[in-house]
């Protein structure tokens, strides 16, 4: 137990006197004792409240960057090399404008063939591509068209005979295109439905929110196979990445989870690397991303072997009944080390800098092609001997008792060792992943969503959050335009429900080809 010293500003006046006089009594050096202990407390008692509040700034305002280069200009003397200007003026080309109507127009008065005007000699080709001009129109995201129907009536039976509107207009009030732009506006941009309908009450178009709801709950149920498919196809993925961030459900803010005696909600992101490339998945409610790992996992194939997960630390994210190859974020053991970089810039600099090398050689990896099993012989021979002088480095700090245990530097340095198997499992495993950067990207998406809207208000409205999210990010990480994909689901939905795994992001359009032939 610790002995407690009560000193009186006299008696300190006194100590510091002998001290200067070089007259120290007895019982003077456990008021010096106590007096150090209590400086290194508050030292590192001030550090971590420092870093601390640096994290909470973060959270509420968000960081632009981790990169060290702007961090080192104000206390180091290394050169940090200019940032080249990339050449271009930053505009969009013709080429860029993918979803453009495109209109060829001919010359006025020339074609192909015809004698040159300039030289009369020479005869005119149209070998050269086009010159394009982009004009870019505004208008309501929701524009309306009213038929009028002339009635005519009988003046003597009074029989009222109306005009039948055109072949293509249909019976249904809001189209599919409407239904589509509405998920996407809604799920993917995060634009509220209270807001979407005073901008088209302002325009003349109303479309309450109650009927902007009742439009997506339609499209929804017209499309929710694929859902399902896209979590039987992701649970086959050779790397799943899975995090979580808070989210809240109105109808379940009074009810506490009977078995897990747990109030808190979240939305959880997983992201499958497959054969056929990235699938993007969102689970909103009670559960932790490990128990929707967990779900996920009970579609995967028995004959397959057990697949590599990333994540960060957290205990909550292990899918505790399936067993898989556990890598951890490094990132997250970076950013312990970015956040106390003013206080410790000499030992920060030595490990942000030999993991800056590490993520040099990820990135040679990939600008070589090389295979998963050549990227494991090259983390070993470049980044191997690296991290083990960080290991070793990192463990003189600590058994050698050159930081303090307590400190922010400390618990970094342990965090890394703690978990360092994990953290370098690239070096071990291929197409073992480095960080989690690519999951916490994802949930950026519902983050985006939670900052406008807020919440979900029932259960069922989050499910039909999370679906469309799932299918407009696999879209994007499959460069398929998603409205164009939600538009052709609605129209094929009687085929969808017969046979879902044809119409997923990446095949959907192959198979509206076949069925055209």
């Given amino acids: 137990m610790t002995k407690t010293l009560d000193i009186k500003q006299k008696e300190l006046d006194q100590l510091l006197e002998r001290v200067r006089l ?16 209590t400086i290194s407390y508050l030292s590192s008692f001030s550090d971590e409240k420092a870093a601390s509040i640096k994290r909470l700034l973060k959270m509420l305002f968000g960081s632009k960057t981790e990169k060290t280069n702007k961090k080192r200009t104000s206390r180091s003397p290394k050169k940090v090399p200019k940032k080249q200007k990339k050449k271009g003026h930053g505009k969009n080309g013709a080429s860029a404008y993918k979803g453009a109507k495109k209109i060829k127009i001919s010359h006025q008065t020339l074609k192909s063939c015809n004698d040159c005007p300039a030289c009369e000699r020479g005869k005119l080709y149209g070998e050269k591509p086009p010159a394009c001009i982009v004009r870019i129109t505004g208008g309501a995201p929701f524009q309306a068209t009213v038929y009028e129907l002339q009635r005519l009536r009988c003046n003597l039976c009074g029989q009222i005979f109306t005009a039948q509107p055109p072949n293509h207009v249909g019976n249904d009030k809001y189209d599919d295109k409407s239904g589509a732009m509405l998920a996407l506006l809604k799920y993917g941009s995060g634009v509220p439905l209270y807001r979407l309908g005073k901008l088209q009450a302002h325009l003349g178009v109303p479309m309450p929110p109650s009927t902007q709801w009742e439009v997506i709950e339609k499209v929804a149920d017209k499309i929710h196979p694929v859902y399902t498919e896209l979590i039987r196809q992701a649970a086959q993925g050779q790397v799943l990445y899975n995090d979580d961030t808070t989210m809240k459900i109105l109808s379940l803010l009074k009810e506490t989870d009977k078995t897990t005696k747990r109030k808190g909600m979240f939305t959880s992101g997983i992201l499958s690397e497959c054969d056929v490339g990235k699938i993007a998945l969102f689970f909103t409610g009670r559960s932790h991303a490990g128990e929707n790992l967990a779900k996920v996992l009970q579609h995967r194939e ?15 994210n292990l899918p505790r009944d399936f067993k898989t190859i556990l890598c951890k974020c490094l990132v997250h053991g970076r950013r312990n080390f970015v956040d106390i970089m003013d206080d410790f810039p000499e030992e920060c600099d030595h ?6 090398s590490i993520y040099k050689h990820e990135q040679e990896t990939k600008e070589q092609g090389l295979t998963s099993n050549q990227r494991l012989a090259y983390h070993k021979t470049h980044s191997r001997p690296l991290m083990q002088s960080l290991k070793t480095w990192l463990k003189a700090k600590r058994d050698n008792k050159e930081v303090e245990p307590n400190s922010s530097l400390g618990k970094a340095i ?3 060792l703690k978990h360092w198997e994990d953290l370098t499992r690239f070096l071990e495993v291929p197409d073992a992943p480095l960080d989690n950067n690519l999951c916490e990207q994802m949930l950026k998406q519902s983050i985006l969503h939670r900052k406008n809207a807020l919440f979900y208000k029932t259960e069922h409205g989050a499910y039909i959050g999370d679906l469309f999210m799932s299918l407009i990010h696999t879209c994007n ?3 398929v335009n998603p409205f164009e994909y939600l538009t052709s689901l609605q129209h094929h939905s009687s085929e969808l429900f017969q046979n879902p795994g044809k119409w997923l992001p990446w095949n959907f359009d192959e198979t509206i080809q076949k069925k055209s032939l």
Avoid: F, W
């Fill in 22 to 37: 070089n007259q120290l009594q007895e019982g003077d050096y456990e008021l010096i004792k106590a007096l150090a202990e």
């Fill in 302 to 316: 028995s004959r397959k072997d057990p697949p590599i997960q990333m994540c960060d630390a957290l205990s909550r």
């Fill in 351 to 356: 490990v942000i800098d030999t993991l800056a």
């Fill in 414 to 416: 342990s965090y890394m």
């Fill in 477 to 479: 990480l499959h460069e």
